[in-house]
T-cell receptor, first 120, second 109 residues
């Protein structure tokens, strides 16, 4: 499957636990983005990463949230000490380098199916 | 000022109607433009790119007005299956993508 892969698809956590969401970009893509979508709301940008670099984290809450995209392996969005308000769909997306369409995609952004976090 | 502004709607139209959505953007240096569709509890999916000269894909027509900094999407002969949220996306220089808040469309039988 050459698409953006996210796991887990569904995650239930108790308040105070940690949530880890993983994302493998589309083949040939080197840029990863994380978005959050609260129920009945629009997409909110959180963070944009390249391998081993955070390019833009202006949408990321300052506390409890962190993201990484290591040299090897998937991108991880980590939420520590989850609260009820963290319940949302977390979408990962990827894109190729600017101006570079790939064998699998055009020069735009493609989304995974999302990880649905429920905090109880 | 937001990078991208979009009327959230909702738009409720009968089957067969023509409906148009507009979206404005703030960065005049923006280079690429897209429309995405998002169904309930699904991920956004690329509907079509928007080219400077305007482009059409079946019942869907996208247009770009650089002078006024807006893009539009026209849907002709609406189908029930067109019911979704439509997101406009703008890409300034660099590799960041800015999404509008989405316009909700419901096509009524």
């Amino acid at each position: 499957n050459a698409g953006v892969m996210q796991n887990p698809r569904h995650l239930v956590r108790r308040r105070g636990q940690e949530a880890r969401l993983r994302c493998s970009p589309m083949k040939g893509h080197s840029h990863v983005y994380w978005y959050r979508q609260l129920p009945e709301e629009g997409l909110k940008f959180m963070v944009y990463l390249q391998k081993e670099n955070i390019i833009d984290e202006s949408g990321m809450p300052k506390e409890r949230f962190s993201a990484e995209f290591p040299k090897e392996g998937p991108s991880i969005l980590r939420i520590q000490q989850v609260v009820r308000g963290d319940s949302a769909a977390y979408f990962c997306a990827s894109s190729p380098r600017p101006g570079q369409a790939t064998r699998y995609s055009g020069n735009t952004i493609y989304f995974g199916e999302g990880s649905w976090l429920t905090v109880v | 000022r937001k990078e991208v502004e979009q009327d959230p709607g909702p738009f409720n139209v009968p089957e067969g109607a023509t409906v148009a959505f507009n979206c404005t953007y703030s960065n005049s240096a923006s280079q690429s433009f897209f429309w995405y569709r998002q169904d309930c509890r699904k991920e956004p999916k690329l509907l079509m790119s928007v080219y400077s000269s305007g482009n059409e894909d079946g019942r869907f027509t996208a247009q770009l007005n650089r002078a006024s900094q807006y893009i539009s999407l026209l849907i002709r002969d609406s189908k029930l299956s067109d019911s979704a949220t439509y997101l406009c996306v703008v890409r300034p220089p660099g590799n960041q993508f800015y999404f509008g808040t989405g316009t909700s469309l419901t096509v009524i039988p």
